[in-house]
């Protein structure tokens, strides 16, 4: 996580204003969390036309229920039936199966053993430092890699990063990227990353001890777990397990990547980014092992103002492509498999703060932010010391193995059906061209194999879809009016994977 240079504003790379130094134990009280968690979901009929009256057996609700609290639960009735989860395959089975919390100790603690990673410390140090972690994290990559039967390759891009914010003299930022090659749909790309660098109290500290263990440790310890199990799978599109330096300084890593990726021309449908995702324990005491919450941005930070301000006033602020990519993860993250529930959160990040995913927003990809539920600030940012009796600095036993484990296969859930999936439809229209009660939308094929598509619609109240319509073809008319609900599409593949649904503009 990284400071913004403004108190009043996220500044590209940070997470908050200034390092948290409390003085005092944190409070006692334990305190109540209002978070919404992934709701059920199913498959529709088929059809191009499609009639009202399937969606709701009991009807639309639009009077008032028995306390004369008005009910619109039903309401608008619809075409469809309820939407349901998206099941895990075999092999997504098999994959979160094998998520070890031994083997994400062993990398936790392999890279606090480093003392500082510190984006300014020594680079060329073989046992402390940001360079003995980099090259320690390019070895473990290139072990896991050795299995895949050349399908993935490690490389550990880099650049001079010239004085700016928090860099005071020409300094190298590298990646380190384990690029696992899709097998029908290579150019589809979707990234997981980590920040291995690390930061004590203050930010221009490159020699004082920052473990790091939470903060950036855990995330880097998932992109490399699922690099591991990935390693021999042959998933249909594009996976990058990257671990990103410079992110405490500024976002450096992140930023370059992002571009690297531009410059190629890859088509990036998917980024996430693992940060503070160790510790279970808030700062009250209270634990909370079964829960992780995905930050997903609303209008999209690339988008120009004529298309920024035809979303807002056709009420698409809540539909990005990377809330879409949210309410994906929800429907996929089975928390019978993974042991977690999404607590997905509809802003781009926590107040002041700022991470990896930003770069790849800027760039026009979806991107969003997995962290843990509530955090302890004395184990961020903060030197390592006892102060009135209180332990503070980022330190491995302030981590919890299984709950990373749970975030690790929350992740893969996440990754393995969106690789697996065909890639989203594009050009997804709405028809506006007359008053109508009803919805027409029309499409064009995205890549990878397509066997047929669901259009998905939900009250415009509601924050996950709740009906699914099956479709062939690439358009539809729905007996639906445009007027009451939110529309999408989405693609479905030969062996029933879904992609992420696409909020229609209209035509």
């Known amino acids: 996580m990284h400071d913004p240079a403004h108190p009043s504003s996220q500044a590209p790379g940070s997470d908050t204003t200034a390092s948290p130094h409390p003085s005092s134990p944190p409070p006692a009280t334990t305190r109540r ?4 968690g992934s709701g059920a979901l199913a498959a529709g009929a088929v059809g191009a036309t499609v009639s009202r009256g399937s969606a709701a057996a009991a009807g639309p609700g639009r009077g008032p229920g028995p306390s004369g609290v008005l ?6 009735d619809g075409p469809g039936r309820p939407l349901r989860a998206q099941r895990a395959d075999r092999e997504l089975r098999a994959i979160m199966a094998e998520v070890d919390p031994d083997r994400i100790r062993a990398i936790v603690e392999k890279l606090v053993s480093f003392g500082t990673r510190h984006t300014l410390s020594s680079q060329d140090d073989p046992e402390r430092g940001i360079g003995a972690a980099r090259d320690w994290i390019a070895a473990e990559m290139r072990r896991y890699a050795a299995r895949s039967g050349g399908r993935m390759s490690v490389t550990v891009p880099s650049y001079v990063q010239e004085p700016a914010s928090r860099i005071p003299a020409p300094t190298r930022i590298s990646n380190v990227v384990a690029r696992l090659e899709g097998s029908s749909d290579p150019g589809r790309v979707y990234v997981v990353s980590g920040h291995y660098d690390s930061r004590a ?7 004082s001890d920052a473990p790091g263990a939470d903060d950036d440790a855990s995330g880097v310890a ?3 777990e699922l690099a591991r199990i990935m390693a021999t799978r042959r998933p249909a599109a594009t996976i990058l397990f990257a671990a990103v330096a410079g992110e405490e300084q500024g976002l450096y890593g992140s930023t370059f990547l992002a571009r690297q990726l531009t410059e190629e021309g890859a088509d990036v449908q998917g980024m996430f980014t693992d940060d503070i995702v160790g510790s279970s324990r808030a700062d009250d005491g209270e634990r909370d092992r079964r829960s992780v919450r995905l930050f997903v941005q609303g209008v999209p930070t690339s988008e120009d103002e004529a298309r920024a301000a035809t979303r807002l006033s056709i009420g698409g602020e809540n539909d990005s492509p990377t809330r879409q990519l949210g309410r994906f993860v929800a429907e996929v993250a089975d928390p019978r498999l993974t042991g977690m529930e999404v607590r997905l ?3 781009l990040d926590r107040y002041l703060r700022g991470g990896d995913h930003r770069p790849f927003l800027e760039a026009g990809y979806p991107a969003a932010r997995f962290t843990e539920p509530a955090e302890d600030f004395a184990h961020q940012h903060q030197d390592v010391r006892v102060e009135d009796g209180v332990q503070y600095g980022d330190l491995v036993r302030f981590c919890d193995m299984d709950y990373i484990a749970g975030v690790t296969r929350v992740n893969a859930a996440a990754l393995w059906s969106l690789a697996q999936a065909p890639g989203v439809p594009r050009d997804v229209v709405v028809d506006t061209t007359a008053l109508t009660n009803d919805s027409t939308l029309s499409w064009s094929p995205g890549s990878g194999e397509t066997a047929s598509y669901e259009v998905v619609w939900r009250p415009t109240p509601e924050p996950l ?4 319509v099956a479709v062939r073809g690439t358009s539809a008319t729905l007996d639906l009016s445009k007027d009451n609900v939110v529309l999408g599409v ?4 030969p062996d029933g994977h879904r992609s992420p649904a696409v909020f229609p503009f209209p035509a």
């Open 345 to 347: 959160v509809y802003r």
């Open 201 to 207: 109290t203050d930010v221009m500290d490159a020699t």
């Open 71 to 76: 009910d619109t639960a039903e309401w608008p």
């Open 222 to 224: 998932v992109a490399m």
């Open 490 to 493: 989405r693609a479905v593949g």
């Open 33 to 36: 969390r209002l978070l919404g």
């Open 465 to 468: 879809w709740q009906h699914v």
